[in-house]
């Protein structure tokens, strides 16, 4: 049974860091894809960053691109999500989520293309 765990969450200032991590477990392959998405009250649930398989390919949504860093651990079986300079905007509960065994994501961190989340993190931006 596939299981992804979020945590690294909190209350942050503006300007600071929090680093995310995502523990999976129960995938019949050693390469897949995973995505984190973040929602925030009233909004659509939006990408955020995608590494693909296990040679690492990363992509971001603009809104994060030169602050967040996507990486995996395939030893710990586990993809954090480094976030510098945070902003209010950040604010919203992360998601990470993995596609079904076999299914080649696009690009556009999509939520519709993925089928296994894990429960969410909360991550606060405030003075």
């Known amino acids: 049974q596939v299981q992804l765990v979020e945590s690294g969450g909190g209350l942050v200032q503006p300007g600071g860091s929090l680093r995310l991590s995502c523990a999976t477990s129960?995938?019949?392959?050693?390469?897949?894809?995973i995505g984190w998405f973040r929602q925030a009250p009233g909004k659509k649930r939006e990408g955020v960053s995608l590494?693909?398989?296990?040679?690492?390919?990363?992509y971001y949504t603009d809104s994060v691109k030169g602050r967040f860093t996507i990486s995996r651990d395939n030893a710990k079986n586990t993809v954090y999500l480094q976030m510098n300079s945070l902003k209010p905007e950040d604010t919203a509960v992360y998601y990470c989520?993995?596609?079904?065994?076999?299914?080649?994501?696009?690009?556009?961190?999509?939520?519709?293309?993925?089928?296994?989340w894990g429960q969410g993190t909360q991550v606060t931006v405030s003075s």
């Open positions: 989520a993995a596609p079904a065994s076999g299914v080649v994501v696009t690009t556009l961190i999509d939520p519709l293309e993925y089928d296994y």
């Open positions: 129960g995938f019949t392959s050693d390469y897949y894809a």
């Open positions: 590494i693909s398989t296990s040679i690492g390919s990363t």
